[in-house]
């Protein structure tokens, strides 16, 4: 106790000589710092204020973009779009102090990159006929619009570009639900869409891997095989000190749960299709593992070596719900090509 009161003694007086020296200071010193002040709880309070990490697992339909008729996949995706661009902070210049939340920034990236994804996808392949069909031009402009860089802030901006794509993601579902617009409700095209899934977050994993583990668990020959990429990301554990955590967990977190909204969503647009096939059970699995994953939650992220007794592994446990979603989703996605 001897040993705390004497630090609490020497904070004390700390305090106390920054007060005289404070009273001490002449008018334009004073106002200064008192400017200083104000201004720095203003930043702090509008951080707080704007910070948002929407990750809501039942996220309600936007009542502007539902559609009777129309696909309830569309319908979310414009709905998580339109929710994350009202306060989009990867567009945002340094003097927004949201700007400098590397947890929000990497979280709407990922949600951002899932979106862009789905809407790739179902303009090459889910939103027109098999084989030859030609592409539905609502989605095609939905497609490149989602794709925009996230980190632009004008000319244009992203916001701008994503509205944008929500519109015309509109304008196509209500086109879809007069009979002017097609969506391939078929098991091999649900497929194949659950198989690129599989391929974007084998690479997620992969950075995860990377991030996880540190350059001693790798041999010499190991480390001259990774790419130039991969080797940028490999440094050692930094536990909650590892600028790195905080990125990859949020942007895999961003992926995750943007796609555990559309999933859910296309479970309904495929409800016949996955009733048929028998996947209703390991659907349900699949969703539960990647509601598990997106749920994760922390602000300070901590990227702990394998096997610490005191600084956890946040980064690992993220990728243990990761790895049996993608593997419950390959499952399902065999059920459908029987």
């Known amino acids: 106790m001897t040993f705390f009161r004497r630090i609490g003694a020497k904070l004390n007086e700390f305090r106390q000589s920054l007060f005289d020296i404070f009273l ?34 039942l996220l ?23 929710l994350e661009t009202s306060h989009w902070a990867p567009g945002k210049l340094w003097i927004y102090p949201i700007a400098h939340s590397r947890n929000m920034v990497a979280y709407q990236k990922g949600i951002q990159y899932a979106v862009g994804q789905w809407a ?14 030609e592409a539905d031009p609502n989605l095609v402009a939905a497609k490149g619009l989602l794709n925009y860089d996230p980190t632009a802030f004008i000319l244009p901006s992203a916001e701008s570009q994503y509205r944008d794509g929500i519109r015309a993601l509109d304008e196509y579902n209500r086109r879809l639900s007069r009979g002017q617009a097609k969506y391939d409700k ?51 554990n930094g536990g909650y000190f590892d600028r790195r ?33 028998g996947a209703e ?19 300070f992220v901590s990227n702990g070596a394998g096997g610490s007794y005191v600084i956890p592994s946040d980064l690992a446990y993220q990728g243990f719900f990761l790895l049996r979603f993608d593997k419950q989703l390959q499952e399902v996605a065999d059920i459908l090509n029987r």
């Open 245 to 277: 955590a905080s990125d990859v967990f949020f942007a895999t977190k961003g992926r995750m749960y943007a796609y555990l909204i559309l999933l859910t969503a296309i479970e309904e647009d495929y409800h016949s299709v996955i009733v048929a096939k």
């Open 281 to 299: 059970e390991h659907w349900q699995n699949m969703l539960l593992s990647l509601r598990s994953g997106a749920s994760l939650y922390k602000f």
């Open 60 to 82: 309600k339909p936007d009542p502007r973009y539902v559609v009777e008729g129309g696909s309830k996949a569309v319908t979310m995706a414009a709905t998580l779009m339109s």
């Open 186 to 236: 078929i098991a091999s095209s649900l497929s194949d869409f659950l198989m690129k899934i599989d391929k974007d977050l084998g690479s997620q994993s992969g950075t995860l891997e990377l991030t996880v583990l540190s350059p001693d668990d790798f041999t010499d020959r190991e480390k001259a095989l990774l790419t130039d990429n991969q080797r940028s990301v490999l440094d050692s």
């Open 120 to 133: 790739t996808q179902m303009t090459d392949f889910l939103g027109r006929d098999r084989g030859s069909g």
């Open 24 to 57: 001490e200071a002449g008018l334009v010193t004073k106002a200064v710092c008192a400017a200083f002040a104000v201004a720095a709880a203003a930043f702090f309070a509008l951080f707080v204020y704007q910070y948002h990490i929407d990750d809501d697992p």
